[in-house]
């Protein structure tokens, strides 16, 4: 089975290795995102979600710091 994989933008060269392969969810949080693979791993990733290729299975993520600021997430 191939579930999607979470990649940084920028990665798409093939510079370095995909984040995580075999993804089965991936939630939203404060912190940024969680992600769990096939096998109940979960990483939580300090990024969000820039595109998805659902073509491809791929979910592009970008650093939280390295990234536009889209919205505030005050709390």
Do not use: K
Not at 28 to 34: D, E, F, K, N
Not at 41 to 46: E, F, R, S, Y
């Amino acid at each position: 089975m191939c579930l999607a994989r979470v990649r940084f933008v920028g990665d798409e060269q093939g510079e370095s290795p995909d984040v995580l392969n075999d993804v089965a969810w991936i939630e939203r949080t404060p912190a940024g995102l969680q992600v769990a693979d096939l096998s109940g791993n979960v990483t939580n990733l300090d990024a969000d979600i820039r595109s998805i290729d659902f073509m491809s299975s791929v979910v592009s993520v970008e650093n939280r710091a390295a990234g536009p600021s889209t919205g505030s997430q005050n709390a």
